[in-house]
Nanobody, 123 residues
């Protein structure tokens, strides 16, 4: 199993940008599909984005499409989430996750999770 640690969260004004990083250790990072999820206070965890291990194919949830970009650097064992034009509704704890299923999008497809990083966008 792969171990994951997120970083890069913080407080940013609406309209600003942040880049989250997810550092992986353990088994071969390049063979895992990587995903980002988020959970706002009092709400269920929701899917944000994913990038497949085989093709590097990306997929986004509608609320972030066009504003967020997921990427990966297999040489650095790191996945990223570039977040632009942030909105107050993007406030949440953001989690990265790893899956052996190439086309994973559901939380149940992901077996490894990081502890999360807080992103706050004041209204």
């Amino acid at each position: 199993q792969v171990q994951l640690v997120e970083s890069g969260g913080g407080l940013v004004q609406a309209g600003g940008s942040l880049r989250l990083s997810c550092a992986a250790s353990g088994r071969t990072f390049s063979t895992y599909t990587m995903g980002w999820f988020r959970q706002a206070p009092g709400q269920e965890r929701e899917f944000v984005a994913r990038i497949t291990w085989r093709e590097g194919s990306t997929y986004y949830a509608d609320p972030v499409k066009g504003r967020f970009t997921i990427s990966r650097d297999n040489a650095k064992n790191t996945a990223y989430l570039q977040m632009n034009r942030l909105k107050p509704e993007d406030t949440a704890v953001y989690y990265c996750a790893a899956s052996i299923a190439n086309w994973a999008t559901s939380g149940t497809d992901f077996a490894s999770w990081g502890p999360g990083t807080q992103v706050t966008v004041p209204s």
